[in-house]
């Protein structure tokens, strides 16, 4: 329409730019996930500049990793990091991919590798003029994935983002510095450090955010015997992911299964029953492995009540999703269900080392087990 008039098109497209990417953004906060990245898209189609693909694309990897979409969220960023053209913001790109990797393992089947993790981290890490801000994403990165947990990475990584005071990298130091004392069984001090976490959140606004955090808080709880309070943040996690997408809603029930699987009340379990198969069932797209554990779990309660058919069929059901590389995470169940039945080769098969994890509640059922 006005291919005669360069100045009031390169206009029009510039309010156009600005206005799909503000409706995108605030789709993005109602968690209307698919309507954020089709505005995106649209907005991609009218963005020549690389700086202003670059923007757009970092909107729609976040989007993607919003619904766990793993594929769509390295594939947004990578993009992203070969239009970047100066070190410092190619860095930070770099810590994000990493961050966002190891936040969300849930959106990975299967993950990247750990050299490719620690690629991304020595990239985040090495460029020129590297940001506070970069330094301590790519240590939080480098502490989750790190299986021996270094505590000089973890430190430094608290210590910039309490001197740059960012609530959101607080929060993730604080939750790797959790993390490290579970795997080294310091109970104490792993729920004193989640104890600064849950101070965050009345200046934590973001959903996906604060379902994270209580999340993370059930272990330690439940690592000093503070069963009740593992359960209030359970429901709270349960009430806060009932707005947002329906792999959080997996996130909000196995909360709640967890903590009765690990009392071994079995028959509280079999109650969840119907809410976490009709939560799983409407989380098909994304490789959430508290989809087939959930279901494992239920394999076991209805095995605890001699209901073999039953147990079988949610066996099956687990067995129908193909993930990789979750090890105790799924194994942990089968082994409970192998003991049960007296089948001690299945048990031998499975019974690998458990590795403490951002799934730090199945964690705790796993070394019981084990």
Excluded at 21 to 44: C, M, P, V, Y
Excluded at 55 to 75: C, K, N, Q, Y
């Amino acid at each position: 329409a006005w291919a005669s008039d360069d100045a009031t098109l390169a206009e029009l497209q510039g309010h156009a730019r600005r206005w799909l990417r503000t409706a995108a953004a605030q789709a993005i906060g109602r968690f209307e996930i698919d309507a954020a990245l089709a505005l995106l898209s649209d907005a991609l189609r009218i963005v020549d500049e690389p700086w202003a693909r670059v923007g757009v694309l970092i909107s729609a990897a976040r989007a993607h990793a919003l619904r766990f979409d793993g594929r769509g969220f390295r594939d947004a960023m990578e993009e992203a990091i070969k239009l970047t053209e100066i070190d410092a913001d190619a860095a930070d790109l770099h810590s994000t991919l990493a961050f966002q990797t190891l936040v969300r393992a849930g959106m990975w089947n299967p993950a990247p590798g750990a050299d490719v993790l620690e690629a991304w981290i020595e990239a985040a890490l090495s460029g020129d003029g590297v940001r506070d801000r970069t330094r301590a994403r790519a240590l939080i990165a480098r502490g989750y994935s790190d299986e021996d947990k270094a505590i000089e990475t973890i430190t430094e990584a608290v210590e910039i983002a309490e001197r740059i005071d960012d609530v959101s990298l607080r929060s993730y130091s604080y939750d790797v510095r959790v993390s490290r004392e579970l795997a080294f069984g310091s109970a104490a001090t792993a729920y004193a450090w989640q104890e600064k976490r849950l101070a965050l959140m009345d200046d934590i606004t973001d959903p996906d955010h604060r379902a994270d955090i209580l999340m993370s808080a059930i272990a330690p709880a439940l690592s000093m015997g503070r069963i009740d309070e593992a359960r209030q943040h359970a429901h709270l996690l349960d009430e806060v992911t009932q707005p947002l997408s329906e792999h959080h809603r997996v996130h909000g029930v196995a909360g709640i299964l967890e903590i009765e699987q690990l009392r071994g009340d079995w028959e509280r379990v079999r109650r969840l029953q119907h809410r976490v198969e009709t939560a799983v069932a409407g989380n098909p797209d994304t490789p959430c492995s508290l989809n087939p554990r959930s279901l494992l779990v239920l394999a076991v309660a209805q095995a605890h009540a001699g209901n073999e058919r039953e147990t079988n069929r949610l066996v099956a059901a687990a067995h129908g999703y193909d993930l990789q590389g979750f090890g105790t995470m799924i194994d942990t169940a089968l082994i409970q269900l192998a003991l049960l039945r007296g089948d001690l080769d299945e048990v031998a098969s499975r019974l690998g080392r458990p590795a403490i994890r951002r799934s730090n509640w199945v964690y705790l059922s796993s070394i019981a087990t084990h």
